[in-house]
């Protein structure tokens, strides 16, 4: 008998038709694949579970019982936890706070800590997860917070665990700390919904599988004895895909940036590299390695102790991101929700923030000109949205990417574009668009830093490959070298080497 079931769920928000008419259902002890390109309903579905958002039809059966939610609150006491991609953690807080919050142990209405971090401390070694209940949150690096919401569904004893896109931060042995904790909560008999784009993770993980697209049940496998990752593709985007990657040869030009020696707080040891004019050129490492670091001290986010940088020949003068944008220095950052988009505001306003001062004069905001540039870009980069209007938040993952994407292209003399994880929890037919994206700017003659934890990625599109360990550049490859085995040992750190990473 099914232990989870799905029965005729439908979700309309206003100008879009989420969910329509999905049923499906999940036996005791399985993990369940849930795919589809971003905005394909699976987020939408997984809020219903939740109680975050309540269906307009239909009905969420668990262990033979109709669930009825109110709220989250609710959903909880069901049993059942979503790990969102979204993390959902304090940072003022610490560890321990996180995974015991709303439930402190107490005495006569005082919070008995130590008692709390021994416990959290021990849930925590017991699942193999190496962090210190006492740290705060805000002081963990993405992956290691990833591991923390995770530990949320150890601590909580959920019947129903929905995790989604989990390994998006992880690195691969935080990867398979993860999978193994997977395999204990099948063996106690839990549900698992495992969302992701990452196929191979899919067919390695899971006991059956439901595809989504445009909002309604695609296909839905109870076992993937028989069933082929192509298959799978053509059953979230509706056409074949052969070549995701879509690598094409360009003609470069000059170096257009050049970086001397830079280094700082988080970056010790000096780096230099340069890219040039319609060049892709890929930065791999661990989580860790110092690649991210490394692209804040070139768009000045983090503030230089040594070095220069050039973009075509001209010095740059790089006090903060300000002046790196009017040097034609641009970064997307890793951390969409944070870092990017403006939540709360619509689409026009998020393209349109940084290059809002062409289009003011005297003091006097041009409405117009917003308007034209916001519907420019959602029409080049071809941004699924019912409106202009619509709030970024309503929109997916890749479609957000799109947004970000346009507000640095709506910018006047750009001439270098760093775009770090570009695709971390994004659909394989939304990478493909990006790719291409990213192709076209490097054809026009810009130089594109694309920063990847994917291998499969930077040997997919880049040109070249700088490869980082322990905050240094440890190897360098061009496009007729790339193997994976020689660039996973570039990344490997060597014991001998000391780290050049701010601790």
């Not at 062409?358 to 959602?378: C, D, M, S, W």
């Amino acid at each position: 008998m099914s232990f989870l079931e799905f029965s005729h769920i439908s979700k309309t928000y206003p100008g879009v038709k989420a969910l329509s008419d999905v049923s499906f259902s999940v036996e005791k002890g399985a993990v369940h694949g849930l795919m589809g390109e971003n905005g394909a309903g699976k987020s939408t579905l997984i809020r219903v579970l939740s109680g975050d958002q309540q269906a307009d039809g239909g009905e969420i059966t668990i262990d033979g019982q109709a669930q009825k939610y109110a709220s989250t609150r609710d959903a909880f006491h069901a049993g059942v936890i979503v790990i969102h991609q979204e993390l959902q953690l304090v940072p003022e807080l610490t560890v321990a706070e996180n995974l015991r919050l709303g439930r402190f142990p107490a005495n006569a209405g005082v919070i008995q800590a130590r008692q709390m971090f021994s416990e959290v401390g021990e849930k925590l070694k017991s699942a193999g997860i190496d962090i210190d209940p006492r740290r705060k949150v805000k002081t963990l690096s993405i992956g290691e917070r990833q591991m923390v919401e995770i530990a949320k569904a150890i601590m909580l004893d959920a019947r129903v665990i929905a995790l989604d896109e989990p390994t998006s931060s992880l690195s691969s042995r935080e990867s398979e700390i993860l999978f193994a904790l997977i395999e204990r909560l099948r063996a106690e008999g839990k549900v698992i919904l495992y969302i992701s784009h990452r196929l191979d993770e899919v067919f390695r993980l899971c006991d059956s599988l439901t595809v989504l697209r445009d909002g309604k049940l695609a296909a839905h496998h109870a076992s993937l004895r028989d069933v082929t990752r192509e298959q799978v593709v053509a059953e979230m985007v509706g056409r074949e895909i052969s070549n995701v990657w879509g690598w094409r040869p360009r003609k470069l030009g000059e170096v257009r940036l050049k970086v001397d020696g830079i280094s700082g707080e988080k970056l010790r040891q000096p780096a230099s590299f340069d890219v040039h004019a319609g060049e892709i050129l890929g930065f791999f490492g661990l989580i860790g390695a110092g690649r991210s670091e490394l692209m804040r001290l070139v768009y000045a986010a983090d503030a230089a102790t040594t070095g220069k940088i050039t973009v075509d020949g001209k010095p740059v003068r790089s006090a903060d991101p300000h002046q790196a944008i009017r040097s034609g220095i641009v970064l997307c950052s890793e951390d969409r929700k944070h870092d990017g988009i403006i939540q709360g505001r619509s689409l026009e306003e998020n393209i349109n923030i940084s290059s809002r001062r062409h289009h003011t004069r005297f003091g006097i905001l041009n409405p117009q000109k917003e308007i034209e540039v916001a519907e420019t870009f959602i029409k080049k980069l071809k941004v699924r949205t019912p409106s202009r209007k619509q709030d970024i938040v309503n929109l997916s993952g890749g479609n957000q990417q799109k947004v970000i994407l346009g507000r640095w292209l709506s910018e006047e003399g750009i001439r270098v574009l760093i775009v770090d994880e570009p695709t971390r929890g994004i659909d394989v037919g939304a990478k493909s668009e990006i790719y291409h994206i990213l192709y076209q700017l490097a054809e026009d003659g810009m130089a594109i830093v694309v920063v990847s934890s994917e291998l499969p990625e930077v040997m997919g599109i880049c040109d070249r490959i700088l490869v980082m360990c322990g905050g240094r550049i440890s190897g360098e490859l061009k496009r007729d070298q790339f193997a994976e085995q020689a660039i996973l040992a570039a990344a490997l750190p060597d014991k001998k080497t000391p780290t050049a990473i701010a601790s």
